[in-house]
């Protein structure tokens, strides 16, 4: 059983797959050691266990919309490209999604994934409630007070069965391709550029003084459409577009500024069609958006050493949250997200010198993807880890849910 880019092979003892509650709650009980496995879209062993891995491939599907609340129930295993059509066809959208439709909502979120827009919080800020299973095999319910713990845990404090997530009215947007913005207009004008739509995402494969492209997506009633010709020295695209230029245009999301539904332009990728390019592998640091000018210009000095491995490197902003264990706890966020070739040696070793450069501005990895382990000291990096450690300690004494690579982080 390996991860959808086939970097990581699962070794579980045993794999459930449980089809109700009841069922859950007696394979949690009955496990010594115990993880959750959703779509597959983590490139570290994080979802891993020498225990019980649980699936949720015969989990009910049962999607429940609460339109007098604004709230949507989901259970463990649904994809956001199975939410999101059911909420527009009854009027309804979430406020953001991740460049891809493929991934599982419990996944995602448990892992602080987001999407992109100055305004937008990573897709953990839309929990209103985390139903799970703790390691006695209660079915429990956490209430608020929790979830700025509990949002982002990493499947460490119980097995998540249904998540419920605020909604809002449904909404178009229109996405606006440019190519080949030259970096020092990026530096320059940083700012107006990422505002520039509801959600934006830079691509670069920092191969010279330009960067390859720029997706703005704009909220119809709300940003305006792009449609100028130029735009800070970039060129509006006339032919379509994949984020990863080898990849085939079709698998992506409609451009040249064309209305449609939300869930069918803030995601980069089509639901039917391979995510982002298939065998590669993925890299996430997250910074201080008040840093992105200087961290920037420090991956700008040893761009040349990234040309043979890189697919592309994209760059998005995230609203900060309260979330203890999310990337954007408590700052306004700047991204930078690299797809790799799968060379894993290469990769590893590359990683300790962009490492190294984002070191002064106390970069946080994402959780889910491939970073240098002994690099980051989680403590001084989230202000609320011990904090979270002790509440994960009561609701799992036994550390049935904590296995080898959360280990290596300090839990």
Not at 93 to 98: I, Q, V
Not at 235 to 255: C, G, H, V, Y
Not at 305 to 321: F, G, K, N, Y
Request: proline residues 5%; hydrophobic residues 40%.
């Amino acid at each position: 059983m390996k991860n959808w880019s086939g970097n990581i092979e699962y070794r579980p003892a045993e794999i459930a797959r449980p089809s109700s509650i009841s069922e859950l709650q007696k394979v949690v009980a009955d496990s010594s050691n115990v993880r959750a496995y959703g779509s597959g879209h983590s490139f570290n062993t994080l979802a891993d266990t020498d225990g019980t891995l649980i699936a949720f491939s015969e989990f009910d599907k049962n999607i429940e919309i609460d339109s007098s609340k604004m709230l949507v129930r989901v259970p463990a295993g649904v994809r956001y490209g199975e939410v999101a059509p059911k909420l527009h066809a009854n009027g309804f959208a979430l406020r953001n999604m991740g460049s891809l439709p493929h991934i599982t909502v419990v996944g995602a979120t448990s892992t602080g994934t987001h999407g992109s827009g100055v305004g937008n919080k990573n897709l953990s800020g839309s929990i209103a409630e985390i139903e799970l299973i703790t390691a006695t095999g209660d079915a429990i319910t956490l209430d608020q007070s929790e979830l700025p713990a509990a949002r982002v845990a990493l499947g460490s404090i119980g097995i998540i069965h249904h998540l419920t997530l605020d909604i809002v009215p449904t909404y178009d947007v229109a996405q606006t391709v440019y190519f080949d913005l030259p970096f020092v207009q990026l530096i320059s004008n940083l700012d107006a550029i990422l505002s520039a739509g509801y959600s934006v995402s830079v691509l670069s494969m920092w191969g010279d003084e330009f960067v390859d492209q720029v997706w703005v997506k704009s909220k119809i009633g709300t940003n305006p459409v792009l449609t100028q010709n130029e735009w800070f020295g970039a060129k509006l695209a006339t032919r379509k577009s994949n984020p990863i230029r080898e990849a085939d245009s079709a698998a992506a999301t409609e451009q040249f500024g064309l209305p449609g539904p939300w869930f069918e332009r803030l995601p980069h990728f089509k639901l039917d069609f391979t995510p982002s390019f298939g065998e590669e592998l993925q890299t996430e640091y997250f910074i201080d958006r008040k840093d992105a000018p200087a961290a920037l210009n420090a991956i700008y000095k040893i761009r040349e050493e990234l040309s043979e491995l890189i697919m592309v490197c994209e760059m998005r902003t995230v609203a900060q949250d309260e979330n203890w264990l999310s990337e954007a706890y408590g700052r306004e966020t700047f991204v930078f997200h690299f797809t790799w070739r799968p060379n894993i040696p290469a990769v590893e070793k590359l990683l300790l010198k962009i490492e190294a450069s984002l070191e002064p501005f106390k970069a946080r990895p994402h959780w889910g993807k491939v970073f240098t382990n002994n690099a980051f000291d989680f403590s001084s990096l989230y202000p609320k880890f011990n904090s979270f450690l002790t509440y994960r300690g009561t609701y799992d004494p036994s550390r049935k849910f904590v296995n080898k690579l959360l280990e290596t982080w300090g839990f």
